[in-house]
């Protein structure tokens, strides 16, 4: 790797799978709303944008974000990375989001930021994103077929409208190969999110990492399906079930040929805190952030 982007991964658990051993991020769930829905989706996940059965997470404002990062940085002196990704889209919640973002750049400038977001206001967002030194963006990408994205999206939310089927698909997929596009020219680390849908996307999931990987995506991170048949994760009238792992594995190994894979991927909830795969959220929650002070 090239020195300046050795610098950037290095301490990212997310983007190096060396770092991720030693380096803890942390998650504030500042961004309440969605602009599109995925038939995956139960808000109480984020980066991954997937879903899980779990606790709803502890929505913040800024200003309780703020408090929460400087807990815990206080007690996990590993945490590098700051990422804001959900329980919904970070950019169809700008203002939060950036005002949480400016608060910390200005307070605590050594924490490395990152956001994650399904991309569909990620073109009008690449300056501001570059503006606030977000060195890190995840888009999540299921599909650069609109037949494909229709299953897979319902509806999307655009210029004040609703927008089923096909059409919606089709925009989403546009303004998220503008978003990497934007963000790759500015030198931004773009990771790139694909959840795998059996019968849905896994064939189709290879040509999307060529894709990404051809406009400068420096990770792609293929997870699992986490199918929940209670909150209904259905395509069409039929129940989907997640991919087993020699699935999942086979399809990372197939699209490995193409750009470097994110192995080491914990699907995180929204609000998660430690290591990867070691949730403290518990510990600093606002009651307990009280305390502290
Ligand atoms: Fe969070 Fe995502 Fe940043 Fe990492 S998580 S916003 S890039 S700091 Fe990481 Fe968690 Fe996987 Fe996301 S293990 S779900 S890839
Ligand atoms: Fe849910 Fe995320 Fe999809 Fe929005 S983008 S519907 S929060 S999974």
Redesign the pocket.
């Known amino acids: 790797l090239p020195d300046h982007i050795r610098a950037k991964v290095q301490d ?4 190096s799978e060396e770092a991720h051993h030693y380096f803890a ?1 942390m ?1 504030v769930a500042v961004a309440p709303a969605c602009n599109i829905q995925c038939n995956y989706c139960n808000r109480k996940y ?3 944008n997937e879903s899980r059965p779990g606790v709803v997470s502890e929505l913040l404002t800024p200003d309780q974000a703020i408090r929460k990062i400087k807990a815990v940085a206080a007690q996990i002196p590993q945490m590098t ?1 700051l ?3 959900g329980p919904g889209d970070p950019l169809a919640n700008p203002a939060r989001t950036f005002e949480t973002f400016r608060m910390l750049s200005a307070q605590t400038p050594d924490i490395k930021l ?3 977001t399904n991309g569909l206001n990620l073109p009008q967002y690449a300056d501001e994103i570059a503006k606030h030194n977000i060195d ?1 963006v ?1 888009i999540t990408i299921n599909c650069v077929a609109p037949e494909i994205g229709a299953k897979i999206y319902p509806w999307i939310y655009w210029e004040n409208k609703r927008i089923r089927g096909i059409e919606g698909a089709k925009i989403l997929i546009e303004q998220q190969q503008k978003g990497l596009e934007a963000l790759t020219s500015r030198g931004i680390l773009v ?1 790139v ?1 694909s959840v795998m849908i059996p019968g849905v996307n896994d064939a189709h999931l290879k040509e999307v990492s060529k894709i990404v990987k051809a406009k400068g995506a420096f990770l792609h ?1 293929v ?1 699992p399906l986490i199918a929940e048949a209670e909150h209904g994760t259905y395509y069409g009238l039929m129940a989907q079930r997640g991919p087993t792992d020699e699935e999942l594995q086979a399809l990372q190994d197939e699209c490995s040929g193409d750009m470097s894979m ?1 192995r ?5 909830r929204a609000d ?1 805190v430690g290591l ?1 795969g070691e949730d403290r959220g518990d510990e600093f929650t606002l009651d307990k952030i009280d305390v502290m002070d």
Do not use: E, F, W
């Open positions: 990212h658990p997310c983007y991020r998650h984020d980066c991954s990375v990422g804001i990704a990152c956001v994650s890190h995840t990771k999110n991170n997870m994110m080491h991927c914990r699907q995180c998660a990867l």
